[in-house]
């Protein structure tokens, strides 16, 4: 026999029988107790709570063993390992975000398109972050503790993203409009090693579907308004970066910029259904110029057609 029905008793062959405890019942409990103390009553030194017996193989109660319990120790298995393997490619995925706003549209996308095994329904998450302006006024550049005053800085569903800069007291969680929404809540904090950004507010009916991707997603979500910050702070990093997406030739936006571009436009269609292609323009006699001009006048051909492409392209690309 066993005790407390742990999950050893539950898959060992044969399973055990054991004895069960109400979770419903402890919990009321302790909250009694705690109420008895409130109130100034004299709380019970010893509490009984009931037991209840789960009949099982190991006395020979049952003749065959419910194998459901085991297909479920296994689906639960296989989602562990999923959620192990994906887990390193949430940074990944989160590494072309250069702003905050970019982050947001990268989870929904994430999540909307079901990757890493992420359920149909995720419940609505809200992005709580810390006021910068208020460290700043006490003096605290990089804190480890969350400020009393928080932004509500966006709202993610499954069908959309919402921006927002709402301000309240942390003491209340949410906003009081969004509190008023039924559902389970639970909260988890945004920091990476001592910073601490925020935290996320989780509301959803089953939890149970995420359990092995939270974790991990709060995990790459810190490290990636981290990263956010340490590029919106050095200056001199993000010049690099500019500098970096430029050719030296032409003066104009180069492959690496593209590759860049092309992943977060890719992004943004998804979320829009639109369509889009992509065109490749080839300069011909190039190496004629080179052999009859030198290599000198083949790279002002080169130049030319730069700036003429640049001066065509649409304003908003």
């Not at 990944?92 to 992420?118: C, T």
């Not at 001592?194 to 991707?213: A, E, Q």
Request: glycine letters at 4%.
């Amino acid at each position: 026999s066993g005790l407390d029905d742990i999950d050893e008793a539950r898959y060992h062959l044969p399973p055990l029988t054991t004895l069960r405890g109400s979770t419903q019942s402890l919990s009321k409990a302790v909250i009694d107790t705690f109420d008895d103390i409130w109130n100034g009553k004299e709380p019970k030194k010893h509490i009984y709570l009931p037991l209840e017996p789960v009949i099982r193989n190991s006395c020979g109660c049952v003749a065959e063993i419910d194998y459901t319990s085991f297909n479920n120790l296994y689906q639960n298995k296989e989602e562990i390992l999923a959620a192990l393997h994906f887990s390193p490619y949430l940074t990944l995925d989160f590494d072309a975000a250069d702003s905050f706003a970019d982050l947001v549209y990268s989870i929904h996308l994430m999540l909307a398109n079901k990757s890493y095994g992420s359920p149909e329904d995720f419940g609505t998450i809200y992005f709580c972050l810390c006021d910068e302006k208020e460290r700043q006024d006490n003096m605290v550049e990089m804190a480890s503790n969350f400020t009393n005053n928080m932004i509500l800085s966006a709202i993610i569903t499954r069908g959309d993203v919402k921006l927002c800069n709402e301000m309240f007291e942390r003491k209340e969680i949410l906003p009081e409009k969004y509190m008023e929404e039924k559902g389970q809540t639970y909260i988890f904090s945004l920091h990476c090693k001592d910073v601490c950004y925020g935290y996320i507010v989780l509301k959803i009916k089953d939890i149970t579907k995420i359990n092995h991707l939270i974790k991990a997603l709060m995990f790459s979500v810190g490290n990636a308004l981290d990263r956010i910050r340490m590029f919106s702070e050095n200056k001199t990093i993000q010049q690099l970066k500019e500098q970096s997406y430029v050719d030296e030739l032409t003066k104009i936006s180069n492959r690496r910029f593209m590759e860049h571009f092309i992943h977060k436009l890719y992004e943004r269609l998804q979320r829009t259904g639109e369509a889009f292609c992509v065109m490749s323009i080839d300069l011909d006699g190039l190496k004629y110029i080179n052999d009859n001009y030198g290599h000198l006048e083949g790279d002002n051909a080169i130049i030319s057609i730069a700036k003429i492409l640049d001066e065509i392209k649409p304003q908003h690309g």
